[in-house]
T-cell receptor, first 113, second 115 residues
Framework: AQSVTQLGSHVSVSEGALVLLRCNYSSSVPPYLFWYVQYPNQGLQLLLKYTSAATLVKGINGFEAEFKKSETSFHLTKPSAHMSDAAEYFC???????????FGEGTQLTVNP | KAGVTQTPRYLIKTRGQQVTLSCSPI?????VSWYQQTPGQGLQFLFE???????NKGNFPGRFSGRQFSNSRSEMNVSTLELGDSALYLC??????????????FGEGSRLTVL
């Protein structure tokens, strides 16, 4: 069965600092991996997606994630945090190429001025 | 293109009642999925419909049901409501499988409170 673990339910950074949100997955088959973001009182929005084409995936709003099979990780990074990045971020995995996603617990990102 | 539309956005019910939530997907999207979001359990998959057929089902009791119409609009129903059903119910649509697998477009959700 597939699963996702996000390390750190809350992450706080200063504006302009590096953002690093950690995600580890478990999957019995080559996974599809995703990062979604949720702003208050809104649904989720896809940031980026890994489907084995390239290990470094670039997404929207300056975010990127690197797939490391040996570490079963898919950490999300952004070189310089902006106040508008404050939101909850979810890592998700899909097995077998279907649209049923298993989500991590989420990481609340706070950006301090 | 209009996004995923969910109605109602907020509703309050009492235990034992039933509720129906509606979802209109993005035009051209034939797959509709439903997720339940709660502080304790996080985001959990309920079911997925494609071309009026349920393709996948999560681990929820039979009180939770859904359907999809020929225009891809979907409804989910929860009968005999329990306090623990209080949650944000999110609908997501996606293009067919293939290169866009897993690319879900979420609505803003229907927030259900059960008293």
């Amino acid at each position: 069965a597939q699963s996702v673990t996000q390390l750190g339910s809350h992450v706080s950074v200063s504006e302009g600092a590096l953002v690093l949100l950690r995600c580890n997955y478990s999957s019995s088959v080559p996974p599809y991996l995703f990062w979604y973001v949720q702003y208050p009182n809104q649904g989720l929005q896809l940031l980026l997606k890994y489907t084995s084409a390239a290990t470094l995936v670039k997404g929207i709003n300056g975010f990127e994630a690197e797939f490391k099979k040996s570490e079963t990780s898919f950490h999300l990074t952004k070189p310089s945090a902006h106040m508008s990045d404050a939101a909850e971020y979810f890592c998700a995995v899909s097995e077998g190429g279907d649209s049923r996603l298993t989500f991590g617990e989420g990481t609340q990102l706070t950006v301090n001025p | 293109k209009a996004g995923v539309t969910q109605t109602p956005r907020y509703l309050i019910k009492t235990r034992g009642q039933q509720v129906t939530l509606s979802c209109s997907p993005i035009s051209g999207h034939r797959s509709v999925s439903w997720y339940q979001q709660t502080p304790g359990q996080g985001l959990q998959f309920l079911f997925e419909y494609f071309s009026e057929t349920q393709r996948n089902k999560g681990n929820f009791p039979g009180r939770f049901s859904g359907r999809q119409f020929s225009n891809s609009r979907s409804e989910m129903n929860v009968s005999t409501l329990e306090l623990g059903d209080s949650a944000l119910y999110l609908c997501a649509s996606s293009p067919d499988r293939g290169p866009h697998t897993g690319e879900l477009f979420f609505g803003e959700g229907s927030r259900l409170t059960v008293l």
